[in-house]
């Protein structure tokens, strides 16, 4: 039995991979159990920011594995301290909270913002409500896919949780006719990553600052898949100038070898965590704080961010000049690119599966979008040879559409 196979029989089926089986990865490059060779356009949905096996953050994590890595936050260790202070310097914001994978972090800041908007805002208790997006994504948990608007998401998981106001991503007016006194928080993607790569208005960001500095309200920013270079900044909010009250990081915080995130806030936001309060096991462990501070370090050193804003234009500015009935919108920031093709003329799966073939990994999202990714690593040359690619695959889906139609 293969490993496909395998996989399908043993696993759950909450995923529907694409037909190859990865087996070795390299930078910008991904191997199959066959010896063939992949530019990576997905790394992970940001988690492989650094690309893959960076021999700095190997170095770091094998150092500290052989020396701690899980004594559990009932001590202090020697790794945790640095690691937030570097946080707290890159974002000017006063604490940071450790956590594993995004989805924990998104309810450390929910949990935080309702006991700031109980024990600060005076807000009656178990009344405090949250403003959201709608067509959000911001995790898996129970908690957290009650404040989804995707049906899939949420479809058989009930009783689900209540507190959340879902108005549309980008509208201002929608927000301000959502808050009563019993708002806590406006919870947001600065860009909507799952939902396609989705890039709300300019000065958008700025302007729901200044909202909820109006009514007290605090604003936090889900930047698990955005922040950490991905848009050509280290953190999206920067683009507009301005500095959120709570910020929610992971994915690339963990150099591509683990799962490290965290809420990083002003001091009153976060001086509502008392002893017992909230905690994690392995949360804040010194194994992920080491590997999370030199995650940081890379990219600074690296200059990654600024190669993403380079190579970001760069890669927007080709997929524009694409005369194709099949591309139907092209959005982004950065290195990161929704590539929206036209439903009339085929599914954003067999695109993926197109670009497969020729050796380009990418993944769709909502059947209408081919995400475009890579690794803030990647080379120009490799770049351009996968957009290559992505143009051919679309030349063929404009050539199955002429015969259709003929």
Request: overall charge neutral; proline content about 5%; aromatic content about 6%.
């Amino acid at each position: 039995m293969n490993a496909i196979e395998l996989e399908r029989r043993y696993s759950a089926h909450n995923y529907a991979p694409l037909p190859v089986v990865l087996t070795r990865g390299k930078g910008a490059h991904l191997w199959d159990t066959a010896g063939r060779r992949y530019v990576d356009m997905m790394s992970a949905y940001s988690a492989a920011s650094h690309g893959h096996g960076h021999p700095r953050i190997l170095a770091a994590l094998t150092a500290q594995a052989e020396r701690l890595a899980v004594p559990s936050r009932a001590y202090y260790n020697d790794r945790l301290g640095a690691f937030l202070e570097e946080l707290c310097t890159l974002t000017s914001l006063d604490a940071a909270l450790p956590m594993n994978t995004g989805a924990e972090a998104v309810e450390t800041a929910i949990k935080a913002a309702r006991r700031w908007g109980y024990r600060v805002k005076g807000i009656a208790r178990d009344h405090a409500e949250i403003i959201v997006a709608s067509g959000n994504f911001h995790g898996r948990t129970t908690t957290v896919i009650s404040a989804s608007t995707e049906p899939d998401y949420r479809d058989g998981f009930g009783p689900l949780t209540p507190g959340f106001r879902a108005v549309a991503f980008g509208d201002l007016a929608a927000v301000e006719r959502a808050i009563t006194p019993q708002t806590a928080a406006v919870l947001v993607e600065p860009i909507q990553g799952e939902a396609g790569i989705i890039v709300p208005p300019a000065g958008w960001l700025a302007a729901l600052r200044r909202i909820c500095d109006a009514h007290r309200v605090l604003l936090i920013l889900d930047e698990v898949q955005s922040g950490l270079g991905r848009t050509g900044a280290w953190f999206a909010f920067e683009h507009e100038g301005i500095r959120p009250d709570g910020l929610i990081l992971g994915k690339a915080l963990g150099g591509g070898v683990l799962p490290v995130s965290a809420f990083v806030a002003r001091r009153e936001v976060m001086d509502v965590f008392t002893p017992g309060s909230h905690g994690s096991t392995f949360g804040g462990n010194p194994l992920a704080a080491a590997v999370g501070l030199e995650a940081l370090h890379v990219i600074r050193d690296e200059g990654l961010v600024e190669k993403s804003r380079v190579l970001g234009a760069h890669m927007l500015e080709r997929l524009r000049a694409i005369a194709s009935p099949a591309l139907k919108d092209v959005r982004g920031r950065g290195l990161w690119v929704g590539a929206e093709i036209d439903p009339a003329v085929a599914g954003a799966r067999e695109a993926c599966e197109r670009l497969l073939a020729k050796g380009v990994l990418s993944k769709e999202t909502h059947q209408t979008v081919v995400r475009l990714a890579p690794p803030l690593v990647i080379a120009r040359a490799d770049l351009d040879w996968a957009l290559d690619r992505f143009e051919e695959v679309l030349r063929e889906l404009d050539g199955t559409r002429r015969t259709r139609a003929a």
